[in-house]
């Protein structure tokens, strides 16, 4: 499959000021990484994605990794026949060696042929380089609700499958099926992510490929309940020490007692080896819209269970992302999501200086439509966000933000995009 690549969109940003944020222009930016094009160094922004191009109707679920050679890979489902969630899906790449900045062809990674394949959650395998994707899989007539209710068979509701990229992203592998120890046999719905898994680099479970996850689950027997209610929203870890050869569930989040109900988990690992799980709450009944928690054993358990996060209460319900900087002790975790707790719109990031305790926003991207995103660290001065946006509603494009100022690890650059 063929896709015309689409203009690139170069934003000028203008200096904001922010409460410990350092301050920089657009003619600033941070050199690209390893294996980029010292040309494009300049750019702030770009759209590997636009609705109408390349064959499909529409984009969604962005995930982003740097991969051992300084690539990027965006990926993202190609919707076919609409923006809905059902239907004929691919699961699509474009790889850029500038930075972000340029990208190349279109590549279908999965391809539905009438189903859907999505959930993209790719990771780096550190001591290999192999770029390992995990993704979702359901017949193309099944909607979510259908298999929250059990109403569709196994064959044509969630399963789950991964490949495998030994030319730095450049080509995938098949899809091969991991649905017998990925998925309980009481789960309905599954989904990775959506956004990047990590791959743990501290204490006795470095080299861990670590993939944040959630499912719903069946009601217990004699329940009135269909399943279709948000309380059987759970998350949970899916991880392999092999390379991605073979698979193990980790925690399970299975309490389905309404308050919070964990959906759309992602992870980081922290600088003293703990991993930091974010998660909105899926309609639960707590007051607010993202809970997290912590492992220290590598997403085998839990230190506490799933808990509200306040810092974070302008955020939506929404998929949302987290990222560890590289760069010791003091590096940031950032978060980026929407920030209009009642609208998907102002795509924002925030930091933590206390690993997760709490966050302060630091930037708002645009004040325009937004909702899925993900981060990645381009450069050891330079995250990207890849993230839903566009003018009139939040699913017209998927952009590639760049932004710098970590300089020192001592702050995110405040820039209000235009």
């Known amino acids: 499959m063929h896709s015309s690549t689409p203009a690139l969109r170069v934003l000028f940003l203008t200096t904001t000021a922010a409460l410990g944020v350092l301050a920089t222009t657009a003619g600033a930016l941070a050199a690209p990484g390893p294996g980029a094009d010292p040309g494009a160094a300049g750019c702030t922004s770009s759209v590997p ?16 990794v740097t991969t051992a050679e300084g690539a990027l890979l965006a990926f993202a489902e190609g919707r076919v026949g609409g923006a809905g969630d059902t239907g004929n899906i691919d699961v699509v790449v474009r790889r850029s060696t500038d930075g972000g900045c340029t990208w190349g062809p279109l590549s279908v990674v999965a391809a539905g042929g009438g189903d859907t394949r999505g959930n993209p959650a790719p990771v780096v395998d550190p001591a290999t380089g192999r770029v390992v994707l995990v993704t979702c899989f359901n017949g193309g007539q099944a909607t979510e609700a259908e298999i929250m209710r059990g109403e569709v068979g196994p064959e044509e509701s969630r399963r789950v499958f991964v490949q495998t990229s030994d ?55 004699g329940s009135a309940d269909t399943g279709q209610e948000a309380k059987y929203y759970g998350a949970h870890a899916l ?23 964990a959906n759309e988990s992602l992870a980081a ?43 974070l209460n302008d955020v939506p319900v929404v998929q949302a992302t987290v990222l560890q900087v590289d760069g010791g002790s003091d590096a940031p975790l950032l978060f980026a999501g929407p920030s209009n707790p009642s609208a998907r719109e102002a ?55 760049r932004l710098t100022g970590l300089t020192g690890l001592t702050g995110l650059t405040g820039l209000t995009g235009p």
């Open 49 to 64: 994605y636009a609705s109408g191009e390349g064959g499909y109707d529409t984009y969604r679920i962005p995930a982003v």
């Open 239 to 261: 991880f392999s020490d092999d390379g991605g050869q073979t698979w193990e569930l980790g925690y399970v989040d299975d309490s389905y007692e309404g308050a919070l109900n």
């Open 167 to 221: 030319d730095d992203g450049r080509t995938f592998g098949e899809p091969r099926e991991i649905t017998d120890t990925a998925k309980l046999p009481h789960w309905r719905w599954y989904a990775t992510g959506p956004g990047h898994a990590i791959a743990l680099t501290h204490g006795a479970h470095a080299g861990r490929l670590l993939v944040p996850a959630n499912h719903s689950a069946a009601p217990p027997e």
């Open 269 to 311: 690992e922290l600088p003293d080896g703990r991993v930091y799980f974010t998660s909105r709450d899926q309609n639960g009944t707590a007051a607010g819209n993202r809970l997290d928690s912590y492992s220290g054993d590598g997403g085998t358990t839990l230190e506490r269970p799933w808990a509200v996060q306040p810092t």
């Open 347 to 401: 795509l924002a990031v925030w930091r933590s200086d206390d690993a997760g305790g709490s966050f302060r926003r630091v930037t708002t991207l645009s004040e325009l439509p937004a909702a899925y995103s993900d981060l990645v660290q381009v450069d050891r001065d330079t995250v990207g966000v890849l993230y839903e946006t566009g003018a009139d509603g939040p699913y017209e494009t998927i952009e590639f933000r």
